[in-house]
């Protein structure tokens, strides 16, 4: 079982959709968690942290689920510049991060 | 500098060739990190230094893999006598700190043929 598992996707949604993306991890230590955007053939570019009592930032809420080790991000009204790919990250407390293979969304017209 | 900067962005290099790759990070960032990212996955870890102390290379995937910082900016990932696995994309992040995420430079591109 990889240390970090996402849905690779794609997932193809109009614009003006909600969509949501799950991810787990496998290492309960775990303490630090993020969502990165990565463009086609781009550097990731941090998102947002994941915070315990989940966040918010415009139209992107993440949330981390310790219990069932997961976290999610859900993504409001959908703009055609969302298209991407969209990594789950998860820090072990070490300086170590592990990246999940990323989710691809399409946001089509 | 504004951002993480990459040095080469391209590098094509014939197999059994040794290659350098730079990073100059954010000025004043304590952490820096190497990563590998293969077509199609997500970024693997490398190795991490906070300043010149190299403090985990676990991910370097082989000892033709060297990693260096001495003086606590700048860094080069050097490998020796490349392989045709060894290509992908090798970016370098940093931070001020390591609970609010890392900057990116825009990675370098190696190719071996």
């Known amino acids: 079982r990889k240390e970090v598992e996402q849905d690779p996707g794609p997932f193809n949604v109009p614009e003006g959709a909600t969509v949501a993306f799950n991810c787990t991890y496998s290492n309960s230590a775990s303490q630090s968690f993020f969502w990165y955007r990565q463009d086609c053939r781009k550097e990731p570019k941090l998102l947002m942290s994941?915070?315990?009592s989940g966040n918010e930032d415009g139209r992107f809420t993440a949330q981390l689920n310790r219990a069932s080790q997961y976290i999610s991000l859900l993504i409001r009204d959908s703009k055609l510049s969302d298209s991407a790919t969209y990594l789950c990250?998860?820090?072990?407390?070490?300086?170590?991060?592990?990246f999940g293979a990323g989710t691809r969304l399409f946001v089509k017209a | 500098g504004a951002g993480v900067s990459q040095s080469p962005r391209y590098k094509v290099a014939k197999r059994g060739q040794d290659v350098a790759l730079r990073c100059d990070p954010i000025?004043?960032?304590?952490?820096l990190f190497w990563y590998q990212q293969a077509l199609g996955q997500g970024p693997e870890f490398l190795t991490y230094f906070q300043n010149e102390a190299q403090l985990d290379k676990s991910g370097l995937p082989s000892d033709r893999f060297f990693a260096e910082r001495p003086e606590g900016s700048v860094s080069t990932l050097k490998i020796q006598r490349t392989q045709q696995e060894d290509s992908a994309v090798y970016l370098c992040?940093?931070?001020?700190?390591?609970?609010?995420?890392?900057?990116f430079g825009s990675g370098t591109r190696l190719t071996v043929v």
């Open positions: 994941v915070y315990s």
């Open positions: 000025s004043g960032h304590v952490s």
């Open positions: 992040a940093s931070s001020s700190t390591l609970t609010y995420g890392y900057t």
């Open positions: 990250v998860v820090g072990t407390g070490g300086f170590k991060t592990i």
